[in-house]
Each structure stands twice: as structure tokens, then as C-alpha cells.
């Protein structure tokens, strides 16, 4: 029972390259969610959707993008990597027609040098 | 907009102590009142919830009542572990379920034996 996967785990970046990070789940969900995880900020919402071939922006959207081409996948893209982007990066999805809770995935931690 | 407050941390308390964690709440209409626990290098995992007003959420001995009254969900627990040594975050959930959590900035909680 994977639930909510997320790939990579880690990654370190140079400014100005790109990446894909991949959240994949497996409990049908129609709503995900990306976020993201600074120090003392707690968790902000980068981009969310509510169902395959939809997307909306989120709290913080600038500088990605994301893709929900199939519905158990949710993309976030970086096209130009800043150091401000050096942050933990979770995934959640949610079921019940969005009433019911989020599960989590258990993050990357990307790094931008 | 919405928005939660939750205590700063780090809150450091000795085994078998009682714990309080405040939370308070700005939202418009009636929202989903949510606990969330990190454990280090892990993704989010929903502690305990309440949907309405004077709901009692509980899980693992903790605690929370929504109090619309004051707009609060503290979170207790009358005797903590060391291995409830974790970030713990009040979340609220409004409107259609599709625009994701609002999330407090997190309290790290620290249980010394």
C-alpha cells in the first residue's frame, strides 16, 4: 500500500538548471497538491489540482509549473533553478470529493547552489 | 484570508509532563480543523481532526476541541513520550475542499527522558 510516492529524495542543483520532481498515488484521489517547506514558514501551497488535465496556482507559484497529464501523477517543473528554491518539497492528495484528509508524501529535499 | 497561528517552539518538556500546543484561526465559513505530525526526514502524518464546532478530535492520547467560540484547537496530551518528540502543525480546510490546507508555522516539541 505505497500511497503517496515522491522522487527524488535528494537532489542538488546549479542555478539555472531544470528538474522534474515526480508525486505519483495510488488511491485513485482526484485532488494533489504541491508544497513546500521552509524553516519557519511552515508548509505553502505551490500548486494544486483537482483532476486530470487540471492545474491552478497555489500560495507561491512563481518560478514552477507543474502537469497532471495522467491522474496518479502530479509534475512540479523548475525551468531555471534559483537558491530562494532551496526548500522540502511535499506532495499530498486527498479523496472524499476533497472532505477528507491529505496523505503526505515523504518529501525531497532539493538543494540550489 | 485564512490563516493559523500556533505557538513558537521549540517547547521542551521532561517525560510524563502534560503538553499543550496553542492554535487559533482565521478563516471565513466553517472550516476542517486538522493536526498534522513530522517525525524527522518523514512526510506529514493527520493526527486527529474535527469538522465542526465542539467536535472532539483524539488519536494516540492526544487531544483537540474545535471551539468556535474562541476560533482555537489546542492540542493536549497529559503525558508525553519521548517519542512524541516531533513538529506538530494546526491546519484548517475551508470552502470546497479544493484549494488545500492553510498550515501554522509548526512547533517542534521536545521530550527529554
Known amino acids: 500500500n505505497a500511497g503517496v510516492t515522491q522522487t527524488p529524495k535528494f537532489r542538488v542543483l546549479k542555478t539555472g538548471q531544470s528538474m522534474t520532481l515526480l508525486c505519483a498515488q495510488d488511491?485513485?484521489?482526484?485532488?494533489m497538491y504541491w508544497y513546500r517547506q521552509d524553516p519557519g514558514m511552515g508548509l505553502r501551497l505551490i500548486h494544486y489540482s483537482v483532476g486530470e488535465g487540471t492545474t491552478a496556482k497555489g500560495e507561491v507559484p512563481d518560478g514552477y509549473n507543474v502537469s497532471r497529464l495522467k491522474k496518479q501523477n502530479f509534475l512540479l517543473g523548475l525551468e531555471s533553478a534559483a537558491p530562494s528554491q532551496t526548500s522540502v518539497y511535499f506532495c499530498a492528495s486527498i479523496g472524499q470529493g476533497g472532505k477528507g484528509p491529505q496523505h503526505f508524501g515523504d518529501g525531497t529535499r532539493l538543494s540550489i547552489l | 484570508g485564512n490563516s493559523v497561528t500556533q505557538m513558537e517552539g521549540p517547547v521542551t518538556l521532561s517525560e510524563e509532563a502534560f503538553l499543550t500546543i496553542n492554535c487559533t484561526y482565521t478563516?471565513?465559513?466553517?472550516?476542517?480543523l486538522f493536526w498534522y505530525v513530522q517525525y524527522p526526514g518523514e512526510g506529514l502524518q493527520l493526527l486527529l481532526k474535527a469538522t465542526k464546532a465542539d467536535d472532539k478530535g483524539s488519536n494516540k492520547g492526544f487531544e483537540a476541541t474545535y471551539r468556535k467560540e474562541t476560533t482555537s484547537f489546542h492540542l493536549e496530551k497529559g503525558s508525553v513520550q519521548v517519542s512524541d518528540s516531533a513538529v506538530y502543525f494546526c491546519?484548517?480546510?475551508?470552502?470546497?475542499?479544493?484549494?488545500?490546507?492553510?498550515f501554522g508555522k509548526g512547533t517542534h516539541l521536545i521530550i527529554q527522558p
Open positions: 478563516a471565513t465559513g466553517y472550516p476542517s
Open positions: 491546519a484548517l480546510h475551508s470552502g470546497g475542499g479544493a484549494d488545500g490546507l492553510t
Open positions: 488511491m485513485n484521489h482526484e485532488y
